[in-house]
């Protein structure tokens, strides 16, 4: 797991869209177009998500205090240089939050 920043507080985790329906959907967007992304990851018990009206966004959780990303890495690179472009293409969407980027799962292959 690859993380920045200092450790998760409670409110890290499951969430509620802080910035409304778009902007969670737009980081998800961002994270599953980076290079070395195969998808989106729910997390353990699916505990990374973003609760929407009528919908549960997976792979991403985004509050007052931070942005979570669990993603499903491919090995075409290293896995701290996949970690690191999706930070940077998410990071103009949280604004002062700082970005937490997990690694949940690697596979072969894009």
């Known amino acids: ?8 507080g409670a409110d890290a985790g499951t969430g509620t869209a802080s910035g409304g329906a778009d902007e969670p959907r737009a980081i998800a967007e961002r ?6 992304v ?3 990851s729910g997390g353990p018990f699916g505990t990374v998500a973003t609760y ?3 919908d549960r966004l997976m792979g991403v959780s985004v509050n007052d205090r931070a942005v979570e990303i669990a993603i499903v890495a491919t090995m075409e690179r290293p896995l701290p240089e996949t970690a690191d472009e999706v930070r940077r293409a998410v990071t103009d969407l949280a604004g002062d939050r700082r970005v937490n980027v997990r690694i949940d799962d690697v596979v072969e292959g894009s």
Do not use: F
């Not at 994270?31 to 070395?36: H, K, L, N, V």
């Open 31 to 36: 994270a599953r177009s980076c290079q070395g």
């Open 38 to 40: 195969a998808g989106l």
């Open 1 to 8: 797991m690859t993380e920045t920043g200092p450790a998760p």
């Open 52 to 54: 929407l009206p009528g």
